[in-house]
Each structure stands twice: as C-alpha cells, then as structure tokens.
C-alpha cells in the first residue's frame, strides 16, 4: 500500500499497486500531487521518467514546489530518467537545445526509439517503487509520430510489471487534449482515475474527485464524498481542506 496524504484513503491503508491516470486542467494540482506522493512514500523506490523534459527540469520543478527539507528528501532517493533527446529526435529542434551543449558524434549516432527506450526503463522498474511516468500528453501531442495502439500496449504492459512488482504508476494527462473516445480507451486500462480540476465558479479554488479508485471508491462512497478541495504548501504540502457530500 501506498501513503496519500488524503486522510480518509489512507485509514484504509492508502493506495493499491497498479496503474493510476492523474488527469488535470492546467495548473490545477495534478503534477504536485503525484510528486507529493514521491514525498509521502520515501521508504519505497522512487522513480520519474520524464518524456520530454530534462532531469535539471523535473528537479527545478520538484525543488520550486518542496521546501528545501522535503526536496532532500526526495532527492536522496529519486531516480530521474529523461527522454527528451529521443522525443524530439527528428523534430525541428536542434539537438543543442535538448543537450544544452554543441553535440558530439556520439550525440548524433541517436540510436534508440522513444518507446523502445520507454519500454527498457519499465523493464528495469525494481519492486516496490512509485514510479512518476510524465507525461501521456507528451506521448500523443505529435500527431502521426506513435501509433496510438503501440502506445495502448506500452500502457498494458507496464500495467502488468506495477500489478507483479507491486509498483504504483501515476501516469500524467492533461485533460481535453485527445478526444473522450480516445482517453476512454486509455482509462480502460487502469486501477485508479483521478481528475484534478479548477472550480467553475472562476475563483482559484482546485477540487480532486475520483472516477476509479481499485479497492477503495467503496469507501469513498460510504462516506457520500463527491469530491474535495486542495491546496498544497511548500512545507505542508497536499492538503484537503473541504470534503463535498451528497446527503
């Protein structure tokens, strides 16, 4: 099981292993929560692999949202894997801007594929580990580049490694950048869908509700909660602050 900060899911012991969509409005808390939960579970393998930033990226960020107490923690730990140079092979960016240096011949061999490399990195995922993938939305952004099926069976599989070797995935997805056709299919293949979204009302309020959740939604319903409030502090970190019920 797996630590949330989210007091009425972790009375029942926290998250299972298995695969879970963190799908999120911009801004609206979904990335800060999937790192919260890297804080949250130190005493297990922590891993981020990153799609399309640099490690120097994903540290700044991680460093800009922790206080600097709960990033060393992190960092002692955290183990970040960056496939920019393979995601923007072919495009217009010159690899200088990727490498942040002129590249050398052994930069410019470029073997390897995205995915490929996506799929040795899942191999390599040890047991007991929260693992961060960021993000599917830098996987499907470039129309026509990966096949949208290649992709489905990259997203079983590593459903199947979390299920054997007791890992909780949290894969990042920005919400209403592929169609509800499409995203259906991907949510198919999950044991956890969580949506982070803005309040309609136009104010800076972010609310968190749950579509799938293995093991716990039961709980979730007993309690007639429909969704919560949240906000995050550099020191205190995740926090729910209102819980909305049906009566």
């Not at 990335?31 to 891993?47: G, H, Q, R, V």
């Not at 061999?109 to 993000?135: M, Y």
């Not at 919560?228 to 019920?245: C, H, L, N, S, W």
Request: net charge negative; glycine share 8%; with cysteine.
């Amino acid at each position: 099981m797996f630590r949330t900060g989210i007091e009425i899911i972790d009375r029942f012991g926290g998250l299972n292993e298995g695969l879970n969509y963190i799908i999120e409005e911009p801004g609206a808390g979904g990335e800060e929560f999937a790192y919260y939960l890297l804080m949250k579970n130190t005493d297990k393998n922590l891993k981020i692999i990153s799609i399309s930033e640099s490690e120097e990226e994903i540290l700044k960020e991680l460093e800009m949202n922790l206080s600097n107490e709960n990033f060393d923690r992190i960092a002692k730990k955290l183990q970040i894997v960056s496939l920019d140079r393979f995601y923007f092979k072919g495009t217009c960016i010159p690899v200088r801007w990727v490498l942040g240096k002129e590249p050398d011949l052994e930069d410019l061999k470029g073997e390897g594929d995205l995915l490929s490399e996506l799929a040795n990195q899942v191999d390599a995922i040890e047991e007991n580990t929260v693992l961060v993938l960021n993000s599917l939305t830098d996987l499907l952004r470039i129309p026509g580049k990966y096949d949208v099926g290649d992709i489905l069976a990259m997203i079983h599989g590593l459903r199947k490694i979390a299920l054997r070797k007791n890992v909780l995935v949290l894969i990042l997805m920005t919400k209403g950048v592929i169609s509800e056709q499409y995203q259906n299919l991907f949510l198919s293949i999950s044991d956890g869908i969580m949506f982070f979204e803005w309040s309609k009302q136009g104010s800076m309020e972010r609310w968190l509700y749950f579509r799938k959740l293995s093991g716990l939604l039961p709980h979730l319903e007993r309690e007639n909660i429909t969704r919560m409030k949240i906000r995050f502090d550099p020191v205190a970190g995740f926090m729910v602050t209102q819980y909305e019920r049906v009566l």
